[in-house]
């Protein structure tokens, strides 16, 4: 079993739209990281969170550590925002992440 | 915004060869990590590096795979003897410290060709 998973593997939405990733995770943790992969493969670190909820400009990430589980949100999605989005959880007494599959988004204009 | 460097960014070498892939990680960074993405698949930790010495490894981390940070600025993965299974990308990351608010930046990756 992952200890990571996200949903949805795959969304397509359009632009203007309000999108929702999510992450459950099954391992105690440090932190959680959100991560985008650009199609050219580079990644990007967006959000890095152990409680609560952090916002940067059109995106919000929360988290729910009783649930083990955090969500990513991007208001107004626009087309450049089409790459896919990666949960990652730092284990507790562990350096090194572990990663979820991705989520890839698709906005349309 | 000071970045994590990886050179080259594709390499393609013949099974059995040697290949040593490298990064300059961000100048006041004190922890490194390599990453490898296996295309299609999930990205997978490999090693982490504090201190001139490896500070955790993966059960992928075997006796082919060896890091170095031979200067102040460089830090090197080497694999000894590639396999057609060492296809992937390798990202290498670094970090200031490593508690549970410190940031990582991650390098562009170089996509590694075994053929």
């Known amino acids: 079993k992952n200890e990571v998973e996200q949903s949805p593997q795959n969304l397509t939405a359009q632009e203007g739209e309000f999108i929702t990733i999510n992450c459950s995770y099954s391992?105690?943790?440090?932190?959680l990281h959100w991560l985008q992969q650009h199609p050219g493969g580079g990644i990007v670190s967006l959000f890095m969170?152990?409680?609560g909820k952090k916002k940067h400009g059109r995106l919000i990430a929360t988290i729910n550590i009783q649930e083990k589980h955090s969500s990513l949100h991007i208001t107004a999605s626009h087309p450049r925002d089409s790459a896919v989005y990666i949960c990652?959880?730092?284990?507790?007494?562990?350096?090194?992440?572990?990663f979820g599959k991705g989520t890839k988004l698709t906005v349309n204009p | 915004e000071p970045e994590v460097t990886q050179t080259p960014s594709h390499q393609v070498t013949q099974m059995g060869q040697e290949v040593i892939l490298r990064c300059v990680p961000i100048?006041?960074?004190?922890?490194f990590y390599w990453y490898r993405q296996i295309l299609g698949q999930k990205v997978e930790f490999l090693v982490s590096?504090?201190?001139?010495?490896?500070?955790?490894k993966s059960e992928i981390f075997d006796d082919q795979f060896s890091v170095e940070r031979p200067d102040g600025s460089n830090f090197t993965l080497k694999i000894r003897s590639t396999k057609l299974e060492d296809s992937a990308m390798y990202f290498c990351?670094?970090?200031?410290?490593?508690?549970?608010?410190?940031?990582?930046?991650f390098g562009n990756g170089t996509r590694l060709t075994v053929t």
């Open positions: 590096f504090y201190n001139n010495e490896i500070s955790e």
């Open positions: 990351a670094s970090s200031p410290d490593r508690t549970e608010y410190s940031p990582l930046h």
């Open positions: 990652a959880v730092k284990k507790g007494g562990s350096e090194k992440l572990v």
């Open positions: 391992v105690g943790i440090s932190a």
């Open positions: 100048s006041n960074h004190l922890y």
């Open positions: 969170l152990s409680s």
